[in-house]
């Protein structure tokens, strides 16, 4: 009966010391709330004085990366809409299109919905307002740029004829899609995405590992994907790659195909998406997490 209590203890103790181990690794690998606001004011400042070849170089990285999330997520789930359950599909395409994202923090570019959180140095006065809205142009335009050089590349390349030119149709009915929404309806969705994406960020930010940064990514983008939200910069590469393939002939049989036009994708979709994810994410996440932790006495 000894023996057995006396190795019952040494295990409680591996437990105990093991569970120290974990939680003061996992403790020192994480910036607290206020931290992490300090951080998105330095991030801020830095960006808003960045030089300009240096901002329009990382925003069209930005856009490429952006759009390979979105070229990744097509191929991943062409086909699968008839197979498996509509849940499951949606979460592959989630999981995947995080990659943007992961490219984005990780490999360090400028991508316009991550940027509103500059109202962050804005509110502390690191920067003026002027360079607050200028940097939030540039990076939205040369984010664009980005999504149409891949776009290019993918067209050239021929790869929307795969999978017996499954991927062209699926790419059709996304943009098409994405024109169904009225301008609030729109406009809401992007503020609930960019809650979403913005809320990524900080939760990067929290982490100290590059491991941490892409766990931290995943479930966020997920969650927005998944749940059918806004996000501006993917929709320049959905709906810039469904026009195109319009204008190749393509899906001519598809029902509402005629009003894939840039005056509609402009209209109903990228300007009200676009002032939806400023909205949430320099209201919804930047102001109120600067209200709780980021502001100056």
């Not at 998105?40 to 490429?64: H, Q």
């Not at 191929?75 to 599909?89: D, K, Q």
């Not at 490999?107 to 360079?131: P, Q, Y």
Request: with cysteine.
């Amino acid at each position: 009966m000894l023996n057995r209590w006396r190795i019952w203890d040494l295990i409680s103790c591996n437990y105990l010391l093991l569970f120290i181990v974990i939680y003061y690794y996992t403790i020192s690998m994480m910036n607290t709330p206020k931290e992490v606001t300090k951080i998105a004011e330095n991030v801020g400042k830095y960006k808003a004085n960045n030089r300009l070849s240096k901002t329009v170089v990382s925003s069209i990285l930005a856009g490429m990366f952006i759009a390979f999330g979105g070229v990744f997520t097509v191929n991943s789930i062409t086909g699968l809409w008839w197979v498996i359950p509509f849940g499951i599909t949606k979460l592959i395409y989630g999981l995947t299109f995080s990659l943007g994202l992961i490219l984005v923090m990780v490999a360090w570019a400028e991508l316009f919905t991550g940027n509103s959180l500059l109202i962050v140095a804005f509110l502390n006065k690191k920067i003026w307002w002027l360079k607050f809205l200028k940097n939030l142009l540039l990076v939205w335009i040369f984010n664009f740029v980005g999504v149409l050089i891949i776009v290019t590349m993918l067209v050239l390349g021929k790869w929307y004829l795969w999978a017996d030119s499954d991927i062209a149709t699926l790419s059709l009915n996304i943009g098409l899609h994405k024109l169904e929404y009225s301008f609030v309806q729109a406009f809401v969705l992007g503020i609930l995405c960019n809650i979403f994406v913005c809320l990524a960020v900080r939760l990067s930010w929290t982490a100290k590992t590059v491991s941490g940064k892409i766990l931290a990514i995943i479930f966020p983008i997920t969650a927005f994907v998944w749940l059918g939200f806004e996000h501006s910069v993917a929709n320049m590469y959905y709906l810039s790659f469904a026009w195109i393939l319009k204008t190749l002939w393509l899906g001519a049989n598809l029902h509402g195909i005629v009003t894939l036009t840039w005056s509609n994708i402009f209209v109903h979709n990228l300007l009200p998406v676009t002032l939806g994810n400023i909205v949430g994410g320099a209201i919804f996440v930047g102001l109120l997490y600067w209200f709780l932790y980021g502001r100056e006495k």
